[in-house]
């Protein structure tokens, strides 16, 4: 028994058509989102329900094989790209939504259910599940919450995090973990939103429903310099208005969205900001007003008259990483935050650094909550090129870290950040973090040498936190 | 109490210890009610970081000068916001952003920070709300803030909070010991 391969076993364990081997099978699962990094893994397993989970967590705590969860496989930051040798759990199949309690405005729905599926389940009773990352066709909740996604509506509406009633989910043993909201003591259920992966296996969430609004309304401004819309944004927080969403894009990043979506967009400015307002009619209408009046210096204004007007303008925005990827052969993204004070110079700062690097970029901003995403272009097929994107992208990362924000905001570390990780964290902190992941998964099955580095290679690096002064790692050697 | 520096001495001394309540021959005690003040605060970015002994009074006046305000419920001024973290529930963490803490070892720690949208490492920051004292001094923390009508709607009474299962109490435990591995806190 013992000598039966990891993939027959799994064959034998679940039904016919839910385990897939062999190179040329495998490759649809070879990458996520981030597609630069590949790697076939040793079996698929497409498990439709808990007992089938408990089965391959079985045959792989056994054989001491790892296991990497994936859901739609659109994440940006490689959580989902399978390791050598590897078990790929592909949650995809577990698509039922399992109940939907209007009145008390909660839907329980296992991993596989797609982010947008929730809203369409649920439209009927007027309510929708608020978070949205860009990738909302495609995306699965279960991924949402292992990677706590974000979205353009999280400063009104939250971060999956604040969405999430409940989980349950299968440790690596296979025993049954149900967190909730309202559990005593420490917060578990916030803990595994955004651990990617790598401290269960979430096979059921609760997800809260949010009231449709009675009315939103865009509000599009076009600036003459960059500074004056991050004042703009500034501005409209401190006069109590809390957008639905609020959106910043550079000159490059209008003209290609323009030229992809048609949009309406203005292609004189050097800045555009999106602010959406929604709520109660009156409310809006007020907030209108005060928004008008903050925007009063801004070179181009247009509110939204219909839906479909809304609509469209949004579409430009959601639309504008394909955009920018008709310019370019590849384009590399980025996802650091920064406090919103810093917005102009940390622009200012990336455009130097696009000179520098002799590599083109555009800027999306989700401005409300101080997320940046520079789109880095770049050609794969020109030697070295894709090393200098790479270095130009952890230059930006550390002037996020270094004026005090975070290298991500919604993409996940997964194997992407995890240098960029050493610049944010301190070695005892990495260490919490090794520490946390061992407690729930002793054997580091799960997605292992993802999201937290070893503490080797931050000292290899020499790309070093540096807080209060402090010598970074002293007791770590030097090469 | 007045500087981390102190804190961590204390820690590091302290064969046992309580955070918060008074003092008696008994048991030795780390009061934080006079570590308390606000670190920083820009009200655009709707974010302020303070100091754990900080009373709740103190917070909602400084906040209340650009009309904005707490997202969580609270009911009693008195209590500092450090006591209120170590007790609260879900609805409280939502509005953590990043805390500073000693661990049982006298280490120095920050986990989180002051940004609304950070996912990178686990999310200690809100995994601690609720930890009793029991795992870490919680020395500062950044909270999401809201202008006042806004956050009005945030505010809900804590529910009963559930108790939990065997494998929590197991996770729990080992929790602890990463953070306070010589049961320093009691």
């Given at each position: ?24 099978n ?54 989902a ?18 109940s ?5 405005q ?27 990352p ?38 690596m ?93 203005p ?6 900001l ?40 949004w ?54 909550d ?110 | ?11 590091k001394?302290s ?92 280490e ?22 609720g ?27 804590p ?28």
């Open positions: 028994m013992t000598s039966m391969s990891v993939s027959s076993q799994l064959s034998r364990a679940l039904p016919k058509g839910s385990i897939i081997c062999g190179s040329e495998t490759r649809a699962f070879e990458c996520d989102g981030l597609s630069v990094y590949k790697q076939k893994p040793m079996a698929v397993a497409l498990p439709t329900n808990i007992e089938q989970i408990k089965a391959v967590l079985k045959i792989c705590r056994k054989t001491k094989t790892p296991i990497v969860t994936r859901g739609a496989g659109t994440g940006l930051s490689g959580g790209t399978p390791l050598e040798g590897c078990v790929v759990l592909g949650l995809s199949k577990m698509t039922r939504v399992v939907i309690d209007a009145q008390s909660l839907a329980v729905v296992e991993p596989g259910v797609r982010n947008l599926a929730i809203s369409e389940a649920v439209a009927e009773y007027g309510l929708y599940y608020a978070p949205d860009s990738s909302q066709i495609a995306c699965t909740i279960g991924g949402n919450v292992a990677e706590n996604s974000g979205g353009v509506h999280c400063l009104k509406y939250g971060l999956t995090v604040h969405n999430v009633e409940a989980i349950k989910m299968l440790t043993d296979g025993e049954e973990l149900i967190l909730s909201r309202s559990d005593e003591g420490l917060g578990l259920l916030a803990l595994m939103n955004g651990s990617e992966g790598l401290l269960g296996v979430i096979t059921e969430i609760t997800v809260k429903l949010t009231k449709k609004p009675a009315l939103a309304k865009l509000v599009m401004a076009g600036f003459d310099t960059v500074r004056e819309c991050a004042h703009a944004v500034a501005d409209i927080i401190k006069a109590g208005i809390v957008p639905a969403g609020l959106e910043m894009m550079d000159k490059f990043a209008i003209e290609a969205s323009e030229a992809f979506v048609h949009a309406g967009y292609l004189d400015v050097e800045a555009l999106l602010c959406e307002l929604d709520g109660e009619v009156e409310l809006v209408e007020a907030e209108l007003e005060s928004a008008l009046k903050i925007l009063v210096g801004a070179s181009t204004i247009k509110v939204s008259e219909n839906e479909a007007e809304r609509l469209l303008l579409q430009g925005r959601k639309s504008s990483f394909p955009a920018v990827g008709r310019l370019s052969p590849d384009y590399y993204c980025m996802d650091g935050t920064i406090p919103k004070r810093h917005l102009a110079g940390v622009l200012e700062k990336i455009n130097e650094l696009s000179k520098h690097y002799q590599l083109r970029v555009a800027n999306v901003f989700h401005a409300g101080g997320n940046l995403h520079p789109l880095i272009l770049y050609d794969a097929g020109v030697p070295g090129e894709l090393e200098k994107t790479e270095a130009f992208g952890m230059d930006i990362l550390k002037h996020c870290v270094s004026v005090g924000g975070s290298i991500t905001g919604e993409h996940g570390v997964g194997i992407e950040k995890l240098d960029a990780m050493c610049v944010q964290y301190s070695v005892k902190e990495l260490e919490v973090f090794h520490q946390i992941k061992a407690a729930f998964d002793p054997d580091s099955l799960l997605n292992p040498g993802k999201a937290v580095p070893e503490l080797h290679r931050c000292a290899e690096l020499g790309n070093m936190h540096v807080h209060h002064g402090e010598l970074p790692h002293p007791e770590l050697e030097r090469f | 109490m007045k500087s981390i520096a102190e804190l961590q001495q204390l820690i001394e064969e046992q210890i309580h955070i918060g309540g008074t003092s008696s021959e008994l048991k030795k005690n780390i009061d934080m009610s006079t570590y308390s003040g606000v670190v920083e605060y820009y009200p655009e970015e709707l974010v302020i970081t303070i100091k754990a002994g900080t009373s709740i009074a103190q917070i909602e006046q400084i906040l209340k000068k650009n009309n904005q305000a707490l997202t969580f419920f609270t009911d009693n001024p008195e209590q500092t916001i450090g006591a209120l973290y170590a007790s609260a529930g879900a609805d409280f963490a939502d509005a953590v952003l990043g805390v500073q803490i000693i661990n049982g070892k006298g120095l720690m920050n986990f989180g920070g002051q940004v609304m949208k950070n996912v990178a490492g686990y999310d200690v920051s809100r995994l601690l709300v930890s009793k004292g029991q795992l870490a001094l919680i020395t500062q923390m950044s909270f999401k803030i809201l202008p006042a009508a806004a956050a009005l709607s945030h505010q809900k009474k529910r009963p909070q559930q108790s939990t299962s065997a494998l929590h109490m197991s996770l729990t435990q080992k929790l602890k010991q990463i953070f306070d591995p010589y049961g320093v806190f009691v």
